[in-house]
């Protein structure tokens, strides 16, 4: 691909491209996987996390993708996951990407066969200027391993993975954003969480950072989307590879109503969740109620997700930024989930035991949870019911709607 400065890895991917020709003729047969990812209003960029699956074992990869819908969409830079440890960049000094051929290409090498299965090959971050649609559609893939000192190769071209790309909000009212007022369109408490992923990337909101993310999983082992599946929604298409470990737990809670696509077929399982929308779930999972006579200021008769919000303020459940605003169009962090959760535990008579700083000591992040929400943090952590994930347990970074899924079945299942 671009300069590779050390003997063995030029090797090898020279190598790869001298079997192009044999490696084509044994491309899998199997469809392009599809995802989609529903980037916030204002936010700037997003990104996308791959993850190789290959049982066989391999010293390194490239990948290769192109961008359609316009230059709203750019790719920045692509970086190693700290799985690749041992590896380096096969396009260094241009933020790990370079554009060859028609299309990006990134991956990483080493000089022996030291990965094999689920690998995490790392992140690719995009800018995105605008609210139009855009299409990013991965048809390269080059394999590379080492039989004794020889480097063999194979090739793998034909589109196997489409990413759809859309603003939120784009072309909706902006009255009515998740479309769960609206009695003729499919709707769905606008994003769910959960930290048992091991590979799930989070952001912040608005400005420059990445505030959306997916995880895809590719490769001739990784989980295939034929209807019925393993791991595959009966309901969403879009929950599939990637996301087999929330798949069972967003299909059963659809069939309980406590959670609705986005679209007839889509569910947006890396979609970031809001206070009111996770307020919501959380009280039709539930079946609280209680009454009110007044509400936040900022939640306005009429939205959706007063009615919850009224609901859960009256129980002592959910507190709001002082006395004026509860924000609830805000993406709502993993810390504020657990303290919403834990209340909402002890409001219904089914709390849990209590943790302590030992609950949380192993996680190298620990002390970053903020004082209000220590108690309900360390608290599901010990119940099994907030997991973390790299030895951290990321307070602060937003919950998606596929985790916010798994929280919510595991605390209705216990319950």
Request: aromatic share 10%.
């Given at each position: 691909?671009?300069?590779?400065?050390?003997?063995?890895?030029?090797?090898?991917?020279?190598?790869?491209?001298?079997?192009?020709?044999?490696?084509a003729a044994s491309v899998p047969a199997f469809a392009a996987s599809s995802s989609s990812l529903t980037v916030p209003a204002g936010a700037k960029e997003?990104?996308?996390?791959?993850?190789?699956?290959?049982?066989?074992?391999?010293?390194?990869?490239?990948?290769?993708?192109?961008?359609?819908?316009?230059?709203?969409?750019?790719?920045?830079?692509?970086?190693?996951?700290?799985?690749?440890?041992?590896?380096?960049?096969?396009?260094?000094?241009?933020?790990?990407?370079?554009?060859?051929?028609g299309r990006y290409l990134f991956g990483f090498a080493s000089t022996s066969n030291g990965y094999s299965g689920r690998v995490n090959a790392g992140t690719?971050?995009?800018?995105?200027?605008?609210?139009?649609?855009?299409?990013?559609?991965?048809?390269?893939?080059?394999?590379?391993?080492?039989?004794?000192?020889?480097?063999?190769?194979?090739?793998?071209?034909?589109?196997?993975?489409?990413?759809?790309?859309?603003?939120?909000?784009?072309?909706?009212?902006?009255?009515?954003?998740?479309?769960?007022?609206?009695?003729?369109?499919?709707?769905?408490?606008?994003?769910?969480?959960?930290?048992?992923?091991?590979?799930?990337?989070?952001?912040?909101?608005?400005?420059?950072?990445?505030?959306?993310?997916?995880?895809?999983?590719?490769?001739?082992?990784?989980?295939?989307?034929?209807?019925?599946?393993?791991?595959?929604?009966?309901?969403?298409?879009?929950?599939?590879?990637?996301?087999?470990?929330?798949?069972?737990?967003?299909?059963?809670?659809?069939?309980?109503?406590?959670?609705?696509?986005?679209?007839?077929?889509?569910?947006?399982?890396?979609?970031?969740?809001?206070?009111?929308?996770?307020?919501?779930?959380?009280?039709?999972?539930?079946?609280?109620?209680?009454?009110?006579?007044?509400?936040?200021?900022?939640?306005?008769?009429?939205?959706?997700?007063?009615?919850?919000?009224?609901?859960?303020?009256?129980?002592?459940?959910?507190?709001?930024?002082?006395?004026?605003?509860?924000?609830?169009?805000?993406?709502?962090?993993?810390?504020?989930?657990?303290?919403l959760v834990y209340r909402a535990m002890r409001a219904v008579g089914k709390p849990f035991d209590e943790g302590t700083a030992a609950d949380t000591a192993?996680?190298?992040?620990?002390?970053?949870?903020?004082?209000?929400?220590?108690?309900?943090?360390?608290?599901?952590?010990?119940?099994?019911?907030?997991?973390?994930?790299?030895?951290?347990?990321?307070?602060?970074?937003?919950?998606?709607?596929?985790?916010?899924?798994?929280?919510?079945?595991?605390?209705?299942?216990?319950?």
């Amino acid at each position: 691909m671009t300069k590779i400065g050390n003997t063995p890895l030029r090797a090898l991917f020279g190598a790869i491209l001298l079997f192009a020709g044999l490696a084509a003729a044994s491309v899998p047969a199997f469809a392009a996987s599809s995802s989609s990812l529903t980037v916030p209003a204002g936010a700037k960029e997003f990104t996308v996390e791959i993850l190789l699956n290959e049982n066989a074992s391999f010293g390194g990869a490239e990948f290769g993708f192109t961008v359609d819908g316009g230059a709203g969409v750019k790719p920045v830079k692509y970086e190693k996951s700290t799985a690749l440890s041992g590896a380096m960049s096969v396009a260094p000094g241009d933020g790990g990407l370079v554009f060859e051929g028609g299309r990006y290409l990134f991956g990483f090498a080493s000089t022996s066969n030291g990965y094999s299965g689920r690998v995490n090959a790392g992140t690719l971050t995009f800018s995105y200027e605008g609210d139009a649609p855009h299409r990013i559609s991965f048809a390269h893939l080059k394999l590379g391993r080492f039989e004794g000192e020889n480097a063999v190769g194979e090739l793998r071209d034909g589109e196997y993975l489409v990413i759809d790309v859309t603003r939120e909000g784009a072309g909706e009212e902006p009255d009515n954003p998740s479309n769960l007022d609206n009695p003729n369109t499919p709707d769905i408490p606008s994003n769910p969480n959960i930290p048992s992923n091991p590979s799930s990337s989070r952001g912040g909101g608005g400005g420059g950072a990445p505030s959306t993310a997916v995880t895809v999983e590719i490769g001739e082992d990784a989980t295939p989307l034929a209807t019925g599946d393993a791991g595959r929604s009966k309901y969403f298409d879009d929950v599939a590879a990637g996301y087999a470990w929330a798949g069972k737990e967003i299909d059963a809670l659809y069939e309980r109503g406590v959670v609705k696509g986005v679209s007839a077929r889509a569910f947006n399982p890396a979609g970031n969740v809001t206070r009111g929308d996770f307020t919501l779930m959380f009280v039709r999972a539930f079946g609280l109620e209680a009454e009110f006579t007044d509400n936040v200021p900022d939640v306005p008769k009429g939205k959706y997700y007063y009615e919850a919000i009224g609901t859960a303020k009256a129980l002592g459940v959910a507190e709001g930024y002082g006395t004026a605003e509860f924000r609830p169009g805000a993406q709502i962090s993993r810390q504020d989930m657990a303290t919403l959760v834990y209340r909402a535990m002890r409001a219904v008579g089914k709390p849990f035991d209590e943790g302590t700083a030992a609950d949380t000591a192993a996680f190298a992040d620990s002390g970053d949870v903020a004082g209000y929400a220590e108690a309900a943090v360390r608290t599901l952590v010990k119940a099994g019911v907030l997991r973390g994930a790299d030895g951290n347990l990321n307070p602060k970074g937003y919950a998606t709607r596929a985790e916010t899924a798994m929280i919510v079945y595991r605390l209705l299942d216990e319950n």
